[in-house]
Every structure is written in structure tokens, then in C-alpha cells.
């Protein structure tokens, strides 16, 4: 199992840029990707994108491609989220997430950080 954490969260004006960062610990050897979803009120949780471990390919979300940046540190265990242009609709909480198959479904992913609120004002 994968201990994951996210920080980076906050509040941001609309048109602003944020960096969000989720480090892994624990049985990171069979990750194959990572991976940030995002949850708002009522709503299941929604790809943003991810990273491949290994590799370093990353993919997007149509919702966030374009503005934002998904990177990754091997030797941090470190996955980054650089969301830029940002806009109120961004407004909810980020979840990354570690899998063992390239997948974009949050249901096949087991292993889940806390969670990080990210709240865009108009």
C-alpha cells in the first residue's frame, strides 16, 4: 500500500496559478502512475490528469489541457500539479492517487491521499 499526501491547496483569485505537490511513501516500487482527481459538492471525483511513474508521460484532462502542468520527481517521490489560468470552476478538492495500471477511472485506483481543497474566487 501507498501512503500518499498532497499539499499545496489554498485560496487563489481567478486568473492565478497554483503548484500543487502529492508525495509518496510506502510500496512505491509497483506504481506504474500517478494520478489527480478532483471532487466538487455532489459530484464524483473527475481526471484532472497524471503521470506515468517511470516513463514521466503525462496526460490531461480536456478540462485542465492547456494551462496546466502534471511533473514528477523520482528521487522526491514527489508529483506535481502546476494549474495555471485558473478559474472558479477549479474549485474543488484534489485527490492524487497511485496505480499499478494505466487507468483514468477513480474506482480502479486503491491508494488515495487526504485531499487538498483549492478554492478559486471570481
Known amino acids: 500500500q501507498v501512503q500518499l499526501v498532497e499539499f499545496g491547496g489554498g485560496l487563489v483569485q481567478a486568473g492565478g496559478s497554483l503548484r500543487l505537490s502529492c508525495t509518496a511513501s510506502?510500496?512505491?516500487?509497483?506504481?506504474?502512475?500517478m494520478t489527480w482527481f478532483r471532487r466538487t459538492p455532489g459530484k464524483d471525483r473527475d481526471l484532472v490528469g497524471g503521470?506515468?511513474?517511470?516513463?514521466?508521460?503525462?496526460f490531461y484532462a480536456d478540462s485542465v489541457k492547456g494551462r496546466s502542468t502534471i511533473s514528477r520527481d523520482i528521487g522526491k517521490n514527489t508529483m506535481y500539479l502546476q494549474l495555471n489560468s485558473l478559474k472558479p470552476e477549479d474549485t474543488a478538492i484534489y485527490y492524487c492517487?497511485?496505480?499499478?495500471?494505466?487507468?483514468?477511472?477513480?474506482?480502479?485506483?486503491?491508494?488515495w491521499g487526504q485531499g487538498t481543497q483549492v478554492t478559486v474566487s471570481s
Open positions: 492517487a497511485a496505480g499499478r495500471g494505466h487507468s483514468v477511472r477513480a474506482t480502479d485506483y486503491d491508494d
Open positions: 510506502g510500496g512505491t516500487a509497483g506504481v506504474y502512475v
Open positions: 503521470i506515468t511513474w517511470v516513463a514521466g508521460r503525462p
